[in-house]
């Protein structure tokens, strides 16, 4: 089974670093921050830096859609209208272009909070917020638009959307644009309720995600255990088998005919349980045990 696991890594000193980062530690996909995830302003992206990101990727082996730049974490795509919602659309607007300019397949983002105005009305702003930045990198990119957004699911906290498979298909829908997919986090659908840790549940779940939203549609799996149990609606990230999910669900999971070629990206913890080299030689271990 030919596999694409790999990790979130760092672009310190350069956005052409996080290439290194990953090969490092034997990652065959990546995911990164684009600029830094916790503050609104972006340094502009160097044209030598670019350059070198571009020409390491075309050397690594690592093929372009299993690359992944995740959206930062301020900016809230299903708030009520405000300064603050202009500020959130504008830097989905940007990092669309961002991606565009490194080469990179797919953007990842969360669906945000609609803060208390209803499902409904969260999910009209973020229908206008994909609509708003679609458009703008599409006028920009005179249509040659080759970076797709990927809806990630929610883990189901209090007033954010996105955490059913139903509403991803509805999103899905209302978009009606082959320039969005999704990002199937197995952490938050744990917490929120899809129960992964048997092999029978596995396959039921992904019998129900191809019904409901289509496999067509998955192009990246974000492989997390989860600290929080089961409909819990915590979205804390535990080392793949030491968490609620544990072992068994995610060798059904690895081995998933389904899920085969996919891009896997493991965001796990950082600290003294297990190191990122770890946790890849775990993950491929239990790969293994199946075939």
Known sequence: ???????????AGGISNSVDNALKIGSRAFQIFSRNP?????????????????????????GSKS????????????????????KSIDAFAEELQRCNTLGVAYLVIHLGSHL??????????????????LDNYKSKSRGDTRVQILLEN?????????NTFEDLRLI???LN???????????????????????????AILDNFNNIVGLK?????????????????????????????GEAGFIALLNNRALRNLPIILETPCDEKRSDLQNLNYVMGLIRKRN
């Open 38 to 62: 916790r503050g609104w302003s972006a340094k502009d992206l160097a044209e030598n830096d670019i350059k070198m990101f571009r020409t390491k990727l075309s050397g690594s082996g690592i």
């Open 1 to 11: 089974m030919k596999v694409h696991v790999g990790f979130h890594v760092s672009i």
């Open 172 to 174: 899905l829908d209302k």
């Open 67 to 86: 690359v992944i730049v995740h959206m930062p974490y301020l900016p809230n795509l299903a708030a009520p209208d405000s300064e603050f919602y202009k």
């Open 116 to 133: 208390g105005r209803g499902r409904e009305y969260g999910i009209k702003q973020l229908l206008k917020a994909c609509n708003y930045a």
């Open 154 to 162: 929610m883990a189901g906290q209090k007033n954010c959307i996105g």
């Open 177 to 203: 644009s082959r320039e969005f997919g999704i990002c199937l986090d197995t952490c938050h659908a744990f917490a929120s309720g899809y129960d992964w840790r048997e092999e029978s549940n596995v396959e």
């Open 217 to 245: 549609d998955l192009k990246v799996l974000h492989l997390n255990d989860s600290k929080g149990d089961l409909c819990s609606h915590i979205d804390r990230h535990e080392h793949i088998g030491l968490g609620r999910i």
